[in-house]
């Protein structure tokens, strides 16, 4: 396994975290095909271009990009940033990207990604990457990232690829000046992020269409949020994982650094888009319930969000 | 204790459930008083209507009302009708009414509602009435009962007052065409009536804006309601009333016969309007609490309606 410098490098979905991550790849001379579908023909004109809260802003002028994934064909790593809520597209998608020796990994939030793809590419290597980042698209081909250092990707292995493939992916992204780092325990790293994502994806949208700040600065929220986080830790230890005190301290933390931010869930949610309800909240109930544990506030916020967002 | 058939008889608060249980009583003959504010000219000018489901609409064309409560005066039996939400400017409109004599009974949802009575009238007898009706104003002083038979009215005595007040007023409501009985505990009717408010209250509300139908034909929606109902029993158990399963299953047949019913709070809700939050959810969940009772849901939904309804 080397460290994809030299492989042709697919981005599926190039929307705020395909776009951004890809950018820093192409930018650090990587081969890299972006899969570009709604703002094709902007890029195709302008290229791509990242904005950056504490580091120079780029623009890649010359960014290949393509409206469809024949275009780009065989890839030796293809990394997938669509939503979950549309992945029954993907199989159709990835086809013509993925060949014996692809390496398949994935950056959509929350559970079953990697198992849905191993359904259907149970041959290749898949990965995990969770990205600890904001990252939104403010524009047609244009990619902010707001949090200061850049946030951080954690990669880890499915079943089928080693902990090599993740560390050779973790140093692409490092090559790239994007922090990064292998996590031996790709479960356990899902079950991390959510403790983010369950809380505040969640409460943004079911409080009513508010940003990270609101929940930090209402005493009732906040306390809600740490008692889903609480939830989620339920479902991780019932996995064997067991989440200290202080990595749910540091979420506030970090929150408390990201001030008015819109997860990607409302953002998603208040332009009449499919919500990843099930990748981020109900799977993890599920799994978390089928060893046992209780989730009783992930499982009220879970049916209300059920409720509220428009089905894929 | 007379059972109030002669008394003089003060409604505070001429909406839904004041205007219907009022007309009803004025239509039996007895000496109604309304303290009717906003619909005032209206109502002077044209009296009162009341519509029903299964039996005959009638009209008061003069039905007796009042723009303030110094109009009226010292009264036999004040009944109380207005928002809990309202509870502040309450003390100033009862004053007037409130004698040595006069038995207070308070119509409003929730809990919290007879202390604070018996905070600003220490002496008077004060009861609690359970509404299990679906009334709406459906314009200005027309009042509409849309369930089948008229629904009921509970009533318990809070400390001051005894049984015999209750069993009195709820002859009253008998002797008036509402199918109305004595508890003889008004903690337990109040934990009871929330099976009913928190689910329905509330999930018609954070679910998005629905109509009891709703809650009832979605499978997670009415599994949640059903938790809810749960978190409510383990509340009222804390507290010492045993609660069965076959009077939270009544409450689900209750609601289909409803149809796609839309209750108080929504409509407060929609129309911009304090919600009753603390008095449904936030007073029960403290109380059960206090009592070392787990209502996660209930704490759910009361911090996430906390975050989107407006403040009083």
Redesign the interface.
């Known amino acids: 396994v080397d460290d994809f410098t030299a492989a042709k490098i697919a981005i599926v979905g190039t929307g705020a975290i395909g776009g951004f991550y890809g950018a820093m790849l192409a930018r650090a001379g990587r081969d890299v095909h972006f899969l570009c579908r709604g703002d094709y023909a902007h890029a195709r004109e302008h290229g791509l271009a990242v904005t950056r809260v504490d580091a120079a802003d780029f623009t890649l002028p010359e960014a290949r990009v393509y409206p469809d994934s024949r275009d780009i064909g065989e890839s030796g790593l293809v990394i997938i940033a669509t939503k979950a809520t549309a992945n029954a597209e993907l199989p159709a998608i990835l086809t013509p990207l993925v060949g014996p020796a692809t390496t398949l990994l994935t950056l959509q939030n929350g559970m079953g990604n990697v198992e849905f793809l191993e359904r259907h590419f149970p041959d290749n290597p898949i990965l995990g990457g969770l990205c600890f980042v904001c990252v939104n698209r403010t524009a047609p081909g244009v990619f902010e990232n707001s949090i200061p250092g850049g946030g951080t990707v954690v990669i880890g292995a499915h079943r089928h690829a080693g902990e090599a493939d993740a560390g050779a992916a973790a140093r692409l992204f490092s090559g790239a000046e994007v922090k990064a780092k292998a996590s031996a325990s790709l479960d356990e790293a899902l079950w991390r992020k959510l403790c983010w994502n369950v809380p505040f994806n969640g409460?943004c949208i079911?409080?009513?269409g508010?940003s990270t700040a609101?929940v930090m600065e209402?005493g009732?929220?906040r306390?809600?949020a740490r008692?889903l986080m609480e939830d989620v830790r339920a479902g991780a230890a019932a996995h064997g994982h067991a989440i200290e005190d202080g990595f749910l301290q540091k979420q506030f933390e970090a929150t408390d650094g990201m001030g008015p931010y819109r997860p990607s869930s409302l953002i998603d949610y208040e332009a009449g888009r499919p919500v990843e309800v099930e990748a981020i909240f109900g799977e993890p109930l599920r799994r978390g319930q089928a060893q046992g544990a209780l989730m009783?506030?992930l499982?009220?916020?879970?049916?209300?969000l059920?409720?509220?967002c428009p089905a894929p």
Chains 1, 2 share one sequence.
């Open positions: 409460l079911a409080a009513g508010v609101v209402s009732t929220l306390a809600l008692q009783p506030r499982e009220t916020l879970y049916y209300l059920k409720a509220i």
